[in-house]
C-alpha cells in the first residue's frame, strides 16, 4: 500500500469518460502513480485502445464498456468491479455532455438530458464507490467539474448549472462521507484543448482572447489536469474534502 504521499500504489481507481481527453489524461497520471485504472467510455474500440496505450507505458489498466446514465448497467459494472478486486480506492466521475446554446433553443427536456450525464449519474457512482469504500473506510472522489460551476456566458445556458450542482453535490458528500474515511472533491477546469474544443483551438481569435483573459496566456493541455487529481486521489491530499480545485490557467482568479 502507498508509502510515498503522491504514490497510488495498490489503489483501485475507476475514471468515467477514460477514454479520451481529460479523462484520458487523468487515466494516465493515476496509472503512472501505480495505481490499477478501470478505464470506462461508452465507444468500446476507444476504450480498448486507451487501455492499450497505457499498458503500453507500463500501467496497469482494464477496459469498462459502460453508459454512466444505464443505471442497470452501472450496478453490473460494480457488481463486477467488487467480483474482480474486491475493493474501489479512487473514482474519477469525468464523463461529461455538453449542449451549447441559449434559452431560445434549450428547453426543460434539454436540462434534463444534460442533467443526467453532469449530475444524476455522477452521484449514482458515487453512491456504488461509497459502498465499496466505506469497507475499507478509505475512499478518494474526484469530480470532474467546470470553471462554468462558478462563471457563466451567453449561449451556453444549461452546462453551467449542471456544473453548479455537481459543486454543490461535492461538497454535500464530503459531509456525508467524511465520517467513513471518503474524501470528496472535485477540478474544475478552464479551456482545454480537447476534441469538443477542436474548432475554438483551431479560432486564433479564441486563441488571443485566451491569452488576455487567463493568467498563463494559454490553453490548457490535457496532461495538465493529471496532477491536480493525482494529488486529491492520494494521500497527499488526506485533510482535502469538499473543495473544488480550479485547474484554469489563472482564468478565476484574473480580470
Ligand atoms: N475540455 C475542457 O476545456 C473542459 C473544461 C471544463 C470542464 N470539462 C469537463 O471535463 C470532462 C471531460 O471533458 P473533455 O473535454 O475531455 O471531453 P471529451 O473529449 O468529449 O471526453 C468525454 C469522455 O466522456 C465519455 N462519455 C460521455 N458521455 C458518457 C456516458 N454517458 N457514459 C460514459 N462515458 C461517457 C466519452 O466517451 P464515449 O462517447 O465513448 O462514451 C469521452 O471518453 C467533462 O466532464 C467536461 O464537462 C472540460
Request: proline residues 3%; contains cysteine.
Amino acid at each position: 500500500m502507498a508509502t510515498l504521499p503522491f504514490s497510488l500504489e495498490g489503489r483501485v481507481a475507476l475514471v468515467t469518460g477514460g477514454a479520451q481527453g481529460l479523462g484520458q489524461a487523468i487515466a494516465a497520471g493515476l496509472a503512472q502513480a501505480g495505481a490499477h485504472v478501470i478505464v470506462a467510455a461508452r465507444n468500446a474500440e476507444r476504450v480498448h485502445a486507451a487501455v492499450a496505450a497505457l499498458a503500453a507505458d507500463g500501467g496497469r489498466a482494464e477496459p469498462l464498456v459502460l453508459d454512466v446514465t444505464d443505471a442497470a448497467a452501472v450496478d453490473a459494472a460494480f457488481a463486477h468491479i467488487d467480483a474482480t478486486h474486491g475493493r474501489l480506492d479512487i473514482l474519477v466521475n469525468n464523463a461529461g455532455a455538453r449542449n451549447r446554446s441559449n434559452m431560445a433553443h434549450l428547453n426543460a427536456a434539454d436540462l434534463r438530458e444534460m442533467l443526467e450525464t453532469n449530475l444524476v449519474a455522477p452521484y449514482a457512482l458515487c453512491r456504488h464507490a461509497a459502498q465499496l469504500m466505506r469497507r475499507g473506510r478509505y475512499g478518494r472522489i474526484v469530480n470532474v467539474s467546470s470553471i462554468a460551476g462558478q462563471v457563466a456566458r451567453a449561449n451556453d445556458v444549461l452546462y453551467p448549472a449542471t456544473k453548479g450542482g455537481l459543486d454543490a453535490l461535492t461538497r454535500a458528500m464530503a459531509a456525508d462521507l467524511g465520517r467513513d474515511g471518503v474524501t470528496v472533491n472535485a477540478v474544475a477546469p478552464g479551456y482545454f484543448a480537447t476534441e469538443p474544443n477542436q474548432p475554438m483551438v483551431d479560432d486564433a481569435g479564441v486563441a488571443e482572447w485566451l491569452r488576455q483573459r487567463t493568467a498563463l496566456g494559454r490553453w490548457g493541455q490535457p496532461e495538465e489536469i493529471a496532477g491536480a487529481v493525482v494529488f486529491l486521489a492520494s494521500g497527499a491530499a488526506s485533510y482535502v474534502t469538499g473543495h473544488v480545485l480550479a485547474v484554469d490557467g489563472g482564468y478565476l482568479a484574473h480580470f
